[in-house]
């Protein structure tokens, strides 16, 4: 999903009841199976303060077929006896059932999580006359567009005689294998380009593929996979699994790679007198939000579940409890990873999870900067000195 499309059910704090439902029916009785789970729910939100409004409200749609595969749940909202969020997900709930949460603000957290794991990608299954061409958005989804590259198949197949004839027809072979090739390696980065993908899977013999991927423009993490997957009756289970794999690789390299620019950006940090393009912890990162310079938020959410935060109306007025405000009035506390998700979505800003990453996000929040300060703003002070 889109992280935009929370700006709605973000952008006001107010009193939100919020539930995350596994909505897998894999049983004969899955129906009955989701209405146990939904009463159980129902009862936890009760419990934490939920009006009725909202959990009538929720019922129908927490019950209701998701339209996906198994596994998948569903995050709700609602608000004022209105559901204000209802979204898939494939990510399930740890313990089969689910999770429930009333506050100022509803618990995306489920949602972002699923977001992050959304790595897009193209397959193109190849052999020397051509390939076919599927675009993904996730694991978990259809392919959102198909194509075919149905190449010249004269000559295609290398001869086996001797002589000038001979030497002529490998080379004419050669040069019809090469421009199939080059066919495909243009709609693959078409398409590439297209849906924003980066990640290319490619499947099918050597040859074939190294021919496609010399003819690719740089700046692709490609996979390749070997075996003649597009014969009739050809297993996929290999290209699954290649699948998969570059997948999970690929979004742990995408943490690797933002707590590696973190390191990077922290170190003019010296003297406490200038920020540099790093924000190290919880008040570093609201100050810099305040001042508008967030670009990637680093979050670790079970890490920030016991703290808390204030926000105000607008996009950047997040403040520490007793801290400088940007805005006039009160604020309304909620849990501290929310109150970032919400300053980090208003604000355009990128959203990483960093789960397990103590040693680099010690306090489970940390920024990366648009831009650095000569001198700290007040936010960024305590007791009139910069924060140590």
Do not use: C
């Not at 419990?47 to 959990?55: H, N, R, T, V």
């Not at 608000?79 to 059932?97: F, Q, S």
């Not at 309304?332 to 980090?344: G, I, K, Q």
């Amino acid at each position: 999903m889109n992280l935009d499309s929370l700006r709605t059910v973000l952008t006001e704090a107010a009193p939100t009841t919020t539930v995350w439902i596994d909505a897998g029916r894999g049983e004969e009785n899955g129906d009955h199976e989701v209405q146990l789970r939904w009463q159980d729910l129902a009862d936890r939100l009760r419990d934490a303060g939920a009006p009725d409004a909202d959990i009538e409200a929720l019922a129908a749609a927490a019950t209701a077929p998701t339209g996906r595969p198994d596994p998948s749940s569903r995050v709700l909202a609602a608000r004022n006896g209105r559901v204000v969020l209802d979204e898939v997900v494939a990510e399930t709930p740890p313990d089969g059932i689910g999770q429930v949460a009333f506050d100022q603000l509803p618990d995306v957290e489920p949602l972002v999580a699923a977001d992050r794991g959304q790595v897009g990608f193209v397959v193109a299954r190849i052999d020397r006359t051509g390939a076919d061409v599927d675009v993904f958005a996730a694991l978990d989804e259809p392919a959102e567009a198909s194509a075919r590259v149905k190449g010249r198949t004269k000559h295609i197949h290398k001869f086996g005689g001797g002589g000038w004839a001979h030497l002529r027809f490998q080379h004419n072979t050669e040069e019809a294998w090469r421009k199939n090739a080059e066919d495909v390696a243009s709609l693959v980065d078409e398409k590439a380009k297209e849906h924003g993908a980066r990640l290319l899977v490619l499947a099918g013999e050597q040859r074939s593929r190294t021919f496609v991927v010399e003819a690719l423009p740089p700046g692709y993490d490609v996979v390749e996979v070997e075996g003649d997957v597009r014969a009739a009756g050809a297993s996929e289970e290999g290209l699954d699994t290649a699948v998969e794999q570059a997948v999970v690789e690929r979004i742990s390299q995408d943490v690797q790679d933002v707590l590696g620019r973190l390191r990077a950006a922290r170190e003019p940090m010296h003297d406490g007198t200038e920020t540099g393009t790093a924000a190290v912890d919880v008040e570093r990162t609201v100050a810099a939000f305040q001042q508008g310079q967030v670009a990637v938020l680093l979050l670790d959410p079970p890490a920030l579940r016991g703290r808390r935060l204030v926000v105000g109306p607008g996009a950047h007025d997040v403040a520490l409890p007793g801290g400088p405000q940007t805005w006039q009035g009160d604020g309304v506390e909620v849990p501290a990873d929310l109150a970032l998700l919400r300053s980090a979505v208003l604000t355009d800003a990128e959203v990483q999870l960093v789960p397990d990453a103590d040693q680099d996000v010690p306090d489970g929040a940390a920024a990366l900067l648009r831009w650095g300060d000569a001198e700290p703003n007040p936010a960024a002070l305590r007791d009139g000195a910069p924060l140590p």
